[in-house]
């Protein structure tokens, strides 16, 4: 069963290599507003969960600078996550709240899902579909 994971953890990380999207363009102010926000979250990951690339994906579509973690190459990220977050479950965004307040995320759909209405982010393609749709 080991063969098995390795095998397809690599196939995987293929994928995420020659697929990855291309990030889109900003100013270099907003950019840099925008990477100043990011510097709150760090994502809890592991490079061949095909979950966690989903969500790498969507940070790299969107141009967000997002601190990882990988939790197998750090045990301590592990143990954080495991103590502070509750699971060892990836992916996993920790979300600091700047109050000393610190937030748990899993799910990759929730975690994109919150990037997207936290930095009111938009899908060009779903954008102008829906667009065209209402006109």
């Given at each position: 069963?080991?063969?098995?994971?390795?095998?397809?953890?690599?196939?995987?990380?293929l994928v995420?290599?020659?697929?990855?999207?291309?990030?889109?363009?900003?100013?270099?102010q907003?950019?840099?507003d925008?990477?100043?926000r990011?510097?709150?979250?760090?994502?809890?990951?592991?490079?061949?969960?095909?979950?966690?690339?989903?969500?790498?994906?969507?940070?790299k579509?969107?141009s967000?600078?997002?601190?990882?973690?990988?939790?197998?190459?750090?045990?301590?990220?592990?143990d954080?996550?495991?103590?502070?977050?509750?699971?060892?479950?990836?992916?996993?965004?920790?979300?600091?709240?700047?109050?000393?307040?610190?937030?748990?995320?899993?799910?990759?759909?929730?975690?994109?899902?919150?990037l997207?209405q936290?930095?009111?982010?938009?899908?060009?393609?779903?954008?102008?579909?829906s667009?065209s749709?209402?006109?």
């Amino acid at each position: 069963m080991a063969i098995v994971r390795w095998i397809l953890g690599r196939i995987i990380l293929l994928v995420d290599f020659f697929y990855r999207p291309k990030g889109i363009k900003r100013n270099p102010q907003e950019q840099a507003d925008l990477d100043q926000r990011m510097a709150k979250l760090s994502l809890y990951q592991y490079a061949a969960c095909p979950f966690c690339v989903k969500v790498r994906w969507a940070m790299k579509r969107y141009s967000l600078k997002l601190n990882t973690r990988n939790i197998k190459q750090h045990p301590q990220f592990a143990d954080q996550l495991l103590a502070e977050g509750g699971k060892l479950k990836v992916p996993c965004l920790r979300i600091d709240n700047g109050d000393g307040d610190v937030s748990w995320m899993y799910e990759s759909s929730d975690i994109i899902q919150y990037l997207e209405q936290q930095f009111h982010l938009a899908e060009p393609a779903v954008a102008s579909n829906s667009k065209s749709a209402h006109s």
